[in-house]
């Protein structure tokens, strides 16, 4: 049987290699291995549909876009976004992937659920430049509850987001599987703001006490009304700096804080208030309970041991907002959506759809 080639521009392929998320290693092993990049291949540039398909996946970029007379542009991407040092972020292929498939989750939730039905009063409803006003509305719509573990807090937390109206989304990465991982200096979380459904997306590979603090500042985004962070203008610095003000208020209240701290025990301080020890030495100075952050001492944190992978069906719950699992499955279950897209809008394989909506029903049936 004769084979099929298609011929592929090199500036194509210098593009794929430039806006990958392989690490060099692996970019330099793909080289390697893909004979017909070789110039002195009988093919070269000229790889049969199938070998171009194989280096399409496995650079993460798509096969079609390929296939183009020159590199497509990728579309600006502007979002209140979280990284490690609250900077403005450069968005990668990875990102850039987790960020289409939340707006994807969004537009179907939108369009289809037929629960996001009326304009969310909230949206825009805290003044940017008035901390205490701002915290004022985050206490009116949120009920902060002490809890014996982070996790607890905010799983809490979450919960009374959604009932409210925002959908919150997390994943540790990129696609199916694990070998596209979002790096928390990278990515923490962002908003994708709309009138009808917001969504707040949180990074799964984050510890729970800075999950917790990057959910509500997402949400004091939704209040702003922002989302216009990776213009990197010095405007935005500033109001992420603000922000997270008013979050450290809210999670560790001033009179509760002066009851509960103790400059001897920081640890103990912020297990209680589901926080992190520097959160709790920076909330401390501000409120003139030290003179410096450098004049408390704790424990460094504990890197928890990888895990082993866990429940799949669990971990694929776990990413998705209870209100939009409702409603897809609600939709598959009387045929509005198809079980491939229903899975597909899930974040998992077409097998595991039944157990999964199985394990959903049994958990909502408990509630």
């Known amino acids: 049987m004769t084979e099929i080639r298609v011929d ?84 990668s292929l990875t990102v850039r992937d987790v960020i289409y498939e939340m707006q994807r989750k969004q537009a179907w939730f ?26 004022k509305v985050v206490n009116r719509y949120l009920v902060l509850t002490h ?10 937390l979450r919960n009374q987001l959604s009932e ?40 799964q590979k984050d510890s729970y006490t800075a999950r917790i603090f990057s959910l509500i500042h997402e949400f004091i985004h939704i209040l702003h009304g922002t989302d216009e962070l990776l213009s990197g203008n010095d405007r935005d610095i500033v109001e992420e700096r603000h922000i997270n003000k008013v979050v450290a208020a809210f999670l560790m209240p001033a009179l509760e804080f002066k009851m509960h701290f103790d400059s001897n025990n ?31 001492n704790y424990m460094p944190p504990v890197v928890p041991p990888k895990s082993s992978g866990g429940d799949p069906y669990n971990t694929a719950l776990s990413y998705n907002d209870r209100r ?12 509005t959506v198809l079980p491939t897209e229903a899975a597909s809008l899930i974040g998992i394989i077409y097998k595991m759809l039944d157990r999964t909506i199985e394990i959903f029903n049994e958990r909502e049936e408990a509630s």
């Open 164 to 203: 409210i109206g925002i959908l919150v989304m997390q994943k540790g990465g990129a696609g199916l599987g694990t070998n596209r991982p979002i790096e928390i200096s990278e990515l923490r979380a962002f908003v994708l703001l709309d009138d009808y459904a917001p969504l707040i997306f949180i990074n």
């Open 266 to 296: 920081i640890d103990r301080t912020a297990r209680y208030f589901g926080v992190s020890p520097q959160a709790v030495a920076i909330r401390a100075q501000s409120l003139r309970l030290i003179n410096s952050t450098d004049d408390v």
């Open 8 to 91: 592929v521009r090199r500036e194509l392929i210098d593009w794929a290699f430039e806006i990958t998320d392989l690490p060099p290693e692996s970019q330099h092993k793909a080289l390697q291995d893909t004979k017909w990049l070789q110039e002195n291949f009988t093919h070269y540039l000229q790889p049969t549909v199938k070998q171009l398909g194989t280096f399409a996946t496995r650079l993460h970029v798509p096969f079609g876009d390929l296939l183009l007379d020159k590199p497509p542009k990728l579309e600006d991407i502007r979002l209140a976004f979280r990284t490690q040092e609250n900077a403005p972020a450069q968005v």
């Open 324 to 335: 939009y699992m409702s409603a897809l499955v609600a939709a598959q279950e009387n045929g």
């Open 110 to 135: 939108k369009e289809n659920s037929q629960i996001a039905t009326h304009k969310l009063a909230f949206i825009g409803n805290a003044a940017v430049s008035d901390a205490n006003e701002t915290l």
């Open 147 to 156: 809890f014996s573990s982070p996790r607890d807090l905010f799983k809490d």
